[in-house]
């Protein structure tokens, strides 16, 4: 391994940040109460739940009777998905979603196929845009939720959350529950409650600096929800199990930070971004970048190499000192082509031969220089073992 690493894998998992790390410490050594417990030490606990609970609220612009806390991004969407669909089975059956969402969502939708659900996945254009006019037209008298991803995992596309919110609010058929992940949007695009005008959004602490193991799940007051977990009354009944109170904590201090820093901080990965797209562009032949160029998350460059194979190129570039990735870490063992390319129109080969690089707070001009040589040289290596010949 080379002594020297660049991590830019930051949609997939953050470090730790310090200040996040320093308010978990104590409950993860010398604070063990169950803030369930009427003790000394489990008030202790359950104080440090309501403080947590309360930055969520003061960053959301929510009430604090409407965050329910989860094991992570996937279980939060799972509990969105799963309880809110059965909950509302009695008003209607039809759930509206897109075809680029993360799998925890469409995972969960196609198993409500299974129990008679019937589930709408719209298509994007070639930059991975919803259409608002296609949810609009895809709306039913029967229609119980409509769950669009607000930033894209793996190609960056940020979609029009505002928009598609109001014209759910002004359909006079229908009045479904609107669902967003906002998983990679946190730190980077406003989520206001107010101001996104959803009913329940989606975060976790492994992509804001934040410890993994943690998410969250807004649900507006008075929207109805089965959930997941059951043997016990925690998080109002809606979420069982003893709470993860180190978690909790550092997941309210890192979407706490992640606000606080998010303006200046984009602006800077913006800069980054654009810069490391041009220079690749600049010095290696037949790239693609995938994805909106404009409307896209500030640290997201999603490139397709022809002739290159992501895989190959992924762990080249891992022998080389950088950490990247071929799309979702959920899907990392899978070998199929990235279902998200595809549906932005890339071709089988091409969707094949992409790479992801998510860029963070560490991440320096720097060292995007050095990737982008170590890139060239990568590139030029595997063209030459492959036989590839320009066109």
Same mark, same amino acid.
């Given at each position: 391994?080379?002594?020297?690493?660049?991590?830019?894998?930051?949609?997939?998992?953050t470090p730790v940040d310090k200040g996040v790390f320093d308010v978990m410490k104590p409950h993860l050594t010398n604070e063990c109460g169950n803030p369930s417990s009427l003790h000394l030490e489990g008030r202790v606990a359950k104080k440090a739940l309501e403080v947590a609970r309360k930055k969520v609220t003061d960053v959301l612009g929510c009430e604090v009777g409407e965050v329910i806390f989860t094991s992570g991004g996937t279980e939060a969407n799972n509990l969105a998905i799963f309880g809110i669909a059965r909950a509302s089975k009695k008003q209607g059956n039809h759930i509206i979603t897109s075809k680029i969402e993360h799998k925890s969502v469409l995972d969960a939708c196609k198993k409500l196929e299974e129990e008679g659900f019937e589930v709408t996945y719209l298509p994007v254009d070639n930059k991975g845009s919803v259409s608002v006019e296609d949810v609009m037209k895809n709306l039913r008298p029967e229609t119980i939720l409509v769950s669009i991803i607000y930033g894209n995992n793996e190609i960056g596309s940020i979609q029009p959350i505002k928009e598609i919110s109001q014209v759910i609010k002004d359909c006079k058929i229908c009045q479904p529950i609107f669902h967003t992940d906002a998983c990679q949007a946190v730190g980077a695009l406003n989520i206001n409650i107010k101001d996104l005008g959803v009913d329940s959004l989606t975060f976790n602490g492994s992509k804001i600096y934040g410890p993994k193991g943690i998410g969250c799940l807004y649900l507006k007051k008075d929207t109805e929800i089965e959930p997941l977990m059951i043997g016990g009354s925690q998080e109002r009944g809606f979420r069982a199990g003893t709470e993860n109170v180190a978690g909790i904590v550092g997941l309210g201090?890192?979407?706490? @930070?992640?606000?606080?820093?998010?303006?200046?901080?984009?602006?800077? @990965?913006? $800069?980054?971004?654009?810069?490391?797209?041009? %220079?690749? @562009?600049?010095?290696?032949?037949?790239? *693609?970048?995938?994805?909106?160029q404009k409307l896209r998350l500030p640290n997201n460059v999603n490139i397709s190499i022809k002739g290159v194979e992501g895989e190959s190129l992924l762990l080249m570039m891992d022998e080389a000192g950088i950490a990247c990735s071929t799309g979702s870490a959920c899907s990392a063992t899978d070998l199929e082509p990235s279902y998200v390319l595809l549906a932005i129109g890339s071709s089988l080969e091409m969707a094949h031969c992409?790479?992801?690089?998510?860029?963070?707070?560490m991440t320096t001009k720097k060292d995007?220089?050095?990737?982008? %040589?170590? @890139?060239?040289?990568?590139?030029? $290596? *595997?063209?030459?073992?492959?036989?590839?010949?320009?066109?």
């Open positions: 391994m080379k002594s020297r690493r660049i991590y830019l894998d930051n949609a997939s998992t201090q890192a979407l706490l @930070l992640a606000e606080k820093m998010r303006v200046k901080e984009s602006k800077r @990965l913006v $800069t980054l971004r654009d810069y490391f797209i041009n %220079k690749i @562009l600049k010095n290696i032949e037949g790239v *693609i970048v995938n994805g909106n992409s790479i992801r690089f998510s860029l963070g707070r995007l220089d050095f990737v982008v %040589k170590a @890139l060239e040289k990568c590139v030029c $290596t *595997i063209r030459r073992m492959s036989g590839f010949k320009k066109k």
